[in-house]
């Protein structure tokens, strides 16, 4: 009985630890079983941030000196393009201070927030 006991409780201790209050659900796919739908431009790079237009078919997408306006349901189709480049000045007062003009002193849109329409 002692060990029924100390049985039932070591797998309540392992239920606790691996399905816990930390423990993190994930969900994972392979590729080949979706059929995925995917975006990206020649020479941009660091898609970093999203965000949903609830009014709009629109999922706007945060890149490094870019923000793009995707169809919600069809995130292939672009609609619309802002470049967002770092001006002449700034970029030479960034370098100056002796960071990468490839990494460091580049736009890198990390917040997207809708204002108004
Ligand atoms: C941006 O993308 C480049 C190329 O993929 C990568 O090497 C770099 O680590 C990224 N930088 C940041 C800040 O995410
Ligand atoms: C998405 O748009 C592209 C370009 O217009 C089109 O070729 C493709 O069939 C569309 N995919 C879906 C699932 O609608």
């Not at 797998?11 to 994972?28: D, I, K, Q």
Request: hydrophobic residues 40%; aromatic residues 8%.
């Amino acid at each position: 009985m002692g060990f029924g006991v100390l049985g039932v409780f070591l797998g309540l201790l392992l239920e606790v630890s691996t399905h816990g209050p930390h423990a993190v659900p994930r969900t994972s796919w392979r590729h080949q079983d979706l059929d995925l739908m995917e975006f990206s431009e020649p020479g941009i790079f660091n898609y970093s941030t999203l965000l949903l237009s609830e009014k709009k078919d629109a999922l706007y997408v945060g890149a490094r000196e870019a923000i793009f306006e995707l169809s919600k349901k069809n995130v292939t189709v672009r609609n619309n393009k802002v470049q967002w480049t770092v001006a002449e000045n700034p970029m030479t007062m960034c370098m100056l201070k002796g960071k990468s003009k490839e990494r460091d002193c580049l736009n890198y849109i990390r917040v997207l927030q809708v204002v108004d329409d």
